[in-house]
């Protein structure tokens, strides 16, 4: 593995463990040449996923990018991190197992705002804003209305 300070081609592993409920390995690594400790994650990936853009596009499946989308949308939340990556994991094994390698970029949107919904409801909120493309305060007060509606129904959340 590269060392990502001196870009060494050499590194040494000091420490491996289970991460994300198992789905994947931390590794904790060192450069010998300039002595600089870093961490990567090792995953099974079972095909190569090409995610299809509104605008007809071709990009590679980037699960840091999926990542980033919940950390933006959940940004000051009190939701813990291992909560985001099983959600995150889910959601990559799932488009992993559906048997398809071109997934448009709206399904995996849909994915997102089911796992915010039982995350966060402001989170939800903040995700559909973009992802519905919010534009009039009337938009807002739709979704906050499905989700007291959803309370009123199951009070237990």
Avoid: W
């Amino acid at each position: 593995m590269r060392c990502p300070y001196c870009s060494s081609e050499d590194s040494q592993v000091k420490d491996s463990r289970p991460a994300e409920d198992g789905n994947a390995i931390r590794r904790r690594r060192i450069c010998p040449d300039c002595g600089g400790r870093f961490t990567t994650f090792e995953r099974v990936q079972l095909r190569e996923l090409m995610i299809i853009k509104k605008t007809g596009r071709k990009v590679p499946f980037d699960r840091d990018k999926l990542l980033r989308s919940f950390e933006i949308a959940l940004r000051k939340r009190p939701v813990d991190r291992d909560r985001i990556e099983r959600a995150v994991s889910g959601i990559v094994r799932r488009l992993e197992s559906s048997g398809e390698t071109e997934i448009p970029s709206e399904e995996i949107g849909l994915q997102v705002l089911e796992a915010l919904k039982s995350l966060d409801d402001v989170g939800f909120v903040r995700y559909a804003s973009v992802y519905r493309d919010f534009s009039h305060a009337e938009d807002f007060e739709k979704v906050i209305a499905e989700i007291s509606a959803k309370i009123a129904r199951d009070p237990s959340e």
